[in-house]
């Protein structure tokens, strides 16, 4: 019996070839996009998962109140270590202090001064680290064990680190590194490298006491009152500890040990198992972060392509069963019953749907390399696994289900008088009302994801051309070091840079005005006792700062030559949130940063964005202090880039043979800092793109059937005098109207989904009508030029063969 079932359903979507490409075709696209979809999910919901002790581990960080808000910091003060193992007994506590952008050279004998040995720049995943970090993580050694990590001088590499340094990770232990040209490391150890979905890629892993004994070079501090984000804490709290108890423990810790310094400070917790999607705390160990709200638009998106590709089925298997009356009043003659009807019928879905999993797969497979540009995944990804087989299987049944159901119920549940006198039409099989509800949903979505593609486009646009409050373009960042050798090169190195005609500037500074540094200070204004109550950025750039990056003055001027802040310039924030209205006033007042000294203010410059254009214009302090000034920023003229970058590395190694050179355009970082919103906007231009193939598919068949179902009207029609055009607009005007009424579903949701995501930029695109308008537009012809073609090739047929016809 089940033979036959398939047998008969293999000859069914043989014989209609048309409408079963159409299904398969629809299906697959819509299949495999939902595959790419959930590899993404997957791996993004995998992140540290598999550490033994995920649950029951916490991220320690620090909330800040302020007049101004909540702002929240990934650091802790460096003794709240010794504090929370005193306070939590039974908890495992360890802390890290990461070092960015850290040269690492690989000691081959000869004199580092003199450009001996290799250099290697690591950005990410230098750390000093407590040995107690591997009692709170688990981690394969290779070689040695976390013991090493309490001596001084040790570092432990990662395996692919030390085949970089060493060649052979096997040939690493016993050897010797050293970090930016000052600190000698034993290498003591080799753990195998993190996961791609690890939050914690430690690639050179130094012992902590090291820190400590260059506590002048790395900041390092034992007192409450100075907070580093580099500075972060974890503890592994018994079984059964809830984050309630964590936080109100730490609330006690505060206040017993921050007591009168810092009463604005509040240590918290932060469960591992949210880190990967707090964006509260920025991305700082990892090389990215993702939101929830990121994953829910991508599975809500994965969901409305299935369903239009299910539609799809729907509709042209109920238009298709009007073809089928007499074979299935037949059958109910002969004895079939309702359920044996139906199960032929799912039996066919099943099909399909089977043929369309497995084109999916093939599809998803090929398209797998391109999966990078759309989300922050790793190259190795892997597709098929045990997660997408469940997924892949719970998928088929799910669209067997969507799709086959309700058309099993209509051909099942036909009459067999009326299937057999042939009396049965696509009017009289109560499915019109359905297929006209399905398309106007199917439509509803391809709109809703148009609109996304014109907002998110927009928005990015926008981002990209946005007026920063000073010229990011042709600046070139080097960045170094501010030893003592390097300090004393700085002058003679800046001077040789401006003998090049290419050159406009020079400025050596601590970052540039827009970056992810968020260094912030509380601060006295005009010799008053009091604090303010609110913190102040900083941006450390000695004087030709404000030349090189062009930012513009509105009162005042820049400060004088200087190696320490003696004089400082301000922005327009930082007056209006003292209730300063007029720039003027400011010029000549003092200003002091926590127990510094005090400095005149000699300029007031333009806002400019310091940071991305999701949040906020900060208030900002800029001055002097050189043993700050690591990154040289030099403004290049535009012509001849490429040369004239080539000349300055040359001079750059030259000048300083014992770093490697890192050079780097300032747009181009700038443009990192929007990486997944660009990547979620070529995502809604992808699957608007197919939402609307698969929307295009569907219609088609419909009016294929149409025009199968209508040929003798037509013919008549033609033979009275219509036109070619009154035939078109016959076959188009139902459609159009459905589309129009799509529209007025799918703008609203549109207007509050697409208005919830530009609420996470301070700086945004006004929903404006004509984005609507656009969107309508863009619908109403792509479904004219569908069912345009169909209809005028049935208006164009020939009346005598049209009335032939049976």
Partial sequence: MIKNYFKIAWRNIIRHKIYSVINIAGLTVGIAACLLIFTIIRYELSFDIFQPNYKNIYHIVTEQKSESGIDYNPGVAVPATEALRLEFPKAKVASINSSYGSQITVNDG???KYNGGK??????????IEPQFFDIFSWKWLAGNAAVLANP???VLDKTTATKYFGNWTKAVGKSITMDNLVNLKVAGII????SNSDLPFKVLISHITWKNYASVYNYSEGWGLLSSSHQIFMLFPDHTTQNDIDKQLKRVTIKYYKSGLKDHLIISQPLSIMHFDTRFGDNLGDHITTNATLRTLSFIAILIIIMASINFINLSTAQSVGRSKEVGIRKVLGSSRKQLAIQ???????????????????????????????SVPDDISLINGGSIIFLTLTTLVVIILSGIYPA??????????????????ASIGGISLRRTLVITQFAISQLLIIGTIVAVNQMDFVNKADLGFNKNAVLMLPGYTDSISLKKMQSFKQQLLQNPAVQSVSFTSDAPSSDNNSASNFYFNHSEKEIGFSTFMKIGDADYFKTFGLRFTAGTGYDVSDTMRQVVVNQTLLRKLGIQHDDYAVGKTLRMGTGVWATITGVVEDFKTNSLREAVKPIIIFPSKKYESLAAVKLKSNNLVKTVAGIQSLWENTYPEYAYNGFFLDENIAKFYKQENQMALVYKIFAFIAIFISCLGLYGLVSFMAIQRTKEVGVRKVLGASVSSIVYLFSKEFMALILISCLIAIPAAYYIMNGWLQHFAYRVSLNIWVFVAAIAVS??????????????????NPVKSLKSE
Avoid: H, R
């Fill in 119 to 128: 250099k290697f720049t690591e950005n990410i995943g230098v750390v000093f």
């Fill in 110 to 112: 000869s004199d580092l």
């Fill in 192 to 195: 195998e490298d993190a996961p």
């Fill in 345 to 375: 019928v799912i039996g066919e879905t099943a099909l399909i749907v089977i043929g369309a999993v497995i084109l999916a797969t093939i599809v998803a497979k090929i398209s797998l390399p391109y999966l990078k540009n759309i989300a």
């Fill in 409 to 426: 119920l209509i051909v099942s549940g036909f009459k067999p008088v009326l299937a057999l006198k042939n009396k049965i039409t696509a």
């Fill in 153 to 155: 001088n040790m570092v």
């Fill in 780 to 797: 109403v012809v792509i479904a004219w030029l569908t069912v345009g073609y169909k209809a005028m090739k049935a208006a164009l047929v």
